[in-house]
């Protein structure tokens, strides 16, 4: 089973927010996840990322790997992606 960290929709029509999820390559954008391990809201003025840096090395370090859009938040974040 591959597995990918990447962002799943939520809010509404132009008040969209997402939240950093770790899920199998397989499953739907909005589908089942197998952990949440951050947010993401590019709405806000601050375009707030809270992210759980333990919890996504950890994912990393078994194999995950990020999207494109999840590990520019990553390099914003200063968490080291290898």
Avoid: C
């Amino acid at each position: 089973m591959s597995v990918k960290i990447r962002l799943k929709r939520f809010g509404t029509k132009k008040r969209v927010y997402y939240r950093v999820v770790v899920v199998d390559s397989r499953a739907p954008r909005d589908g089942r996840t197998l952990e949440e391990v951050g947010q993401y809201h590019p709405i806000e003025a601050e375009n707030q990322i809270v992210l759980d840096a333990e919890k996504i090395k950890a994912w990393i370090a078994k194999g995950a790997l990020p999207s494109q859009t999840v590990k520019k938040l990553l390099n914003k974040q200063n968490i080291a992606v290898k």
